[in-house]
Each structure stands twice: as structure tokens, then as C-alpha cells.
């Protein structure tokens, strides 16, 4: 039951979150991997706050310098944007410290999104979203 439930959320998050028109236009899923800094976030603002997109395979993973990492897919359906599974690290203080977590990531222009679906202190699901620049040293244009 509980499976089902998240499973419903996850959708529901993404649907939410995508509903709104991210089209790849110039930038495609082709210019995810390299260094992101956060611009925004409704989590709190975060001047240090940095991800690193790689490649492998098909697969995307993501490292963030704030304790946690995951491994997202492109979608199925040829949409702008890659989803997946991660957690954040066990030694992370506060209520997300070892918690697992879906991760969504898309490109709008030339900004990255994120919509992090992670469980709180009290089972309920929270939704984490965040706008990443290209980091100006990745080699960005």
C-alpha cells in the first residue's frame, strides 16, 4: 500500500512540475553533464550549493556538494527531462539525513530544474524544487 502510495505521489510530483511548458528547444538533455550552481530553491537559499551531472551509458548521475547523489534515466517518452532514484547521505544532519528520494531534472533555455521528491519526519512526501545555472568554469557557452 505504501509502494502504491509514493508511486502515486511520484506521478502526481511530476505531472505538477512538468505540467508547465519545458521544451528542450536549444538545450537539450545533450547538455546536462558538467557543473550546476543553485540560483533558486524553495528549500532556502544556498550560495554554495552545487551538483555535478554525469554520464554513463544512458544514465545520468548527480552528485551534489550538500550530502546527497542519484542516478536518473532519460524519459521513455522523448521528453526534455530524466527522472530516478537516490538518497541523501547517512551523515546528513536534519530530516533528510540517509532518506531516500525521487529526482527529476530538465532543461529549460539554458537553466536546469529539479524537482526532488523526498519523505519528511513524518512520512509525508515533500517536494523540493530548485533552478541550477551552468557552473562558468564546466565549459558551459
Known sequence: MRVRFVTLAFLLAIASIWS??????????????????????????CLDCRIVVGKNGQDFTVKANNGWSAVVRPSI?????????????????????????????????????????????DGTLRNIKAVFAREATSGGT
Open 20 to 45: 508547465n511548458p519545458v521544451r528542450a528547444g536549444s538545450a537539450s538533455l545533450e547538455f546536462l553533464p558538467g557543473e550546476w550552481h543553485q540560483m533558486a530553491s524553495n528549500a532556502g537559499k
Open 77 to 121: 517518452y522523448g521528453k526534455p527531462f530524466v527522472a530516478g532514484k537516490g538518497s541523501w547521505d547517512s551523515n546528513v544532519r536534519g530530516v533528510y539525513g540517509g532518506k531516500p528520494f525521487f529526482l527529476n531534472l530538465g532543461m529549460m533555455d539554458d537553466k536546469l530544474l529539479m524537482l526532488m521528491t523526498v519523505p519528511g519526519r
